[in-house]
């Protein structure tokens, strides 16, 4: 366990709250269901259908940003 924590756990988190209502939603189904429906899901299923995540699409975005494909990676600017 950690000494320090970087953000103090909520009421709902120490009482138990977070964690039973993720098991009933889960039990439910209600997240699977959901990974399908909102609105970022959706949006990138379509960027993929149009081909922004090929490999091709990949290069041209890293290649603007000024980085360059390397056998290790992307490399930084030169």
Do not use: D, W
């Not at 699977?32 to 990949?58: D, F, M």
Request: charged share 30%; no cysteine; aromatic share 8%.
């Amino acid at each position: 366990m950690r000494l320090f924590r970087y953000r103090r756990p909520s009421l709902n988190r120490m009482l138990g709250i977070t964690t039973a209502k993720r098991r009933i939603r889960r039990s439910l189904g209600i997240s699977q269901i959901e990974g399908y429906t909102k609105p970022t899901r959706i949006r990138q299923k379509l960027k993929r259908e149009v081909g922004l995540y090929s490999p091709a699409a990949r290069v041209i975005r890293q290649t603007s940003r000024g980085r360059y494909p390397t056998f290790l990676g992307l490399g930084g600017r030169r």
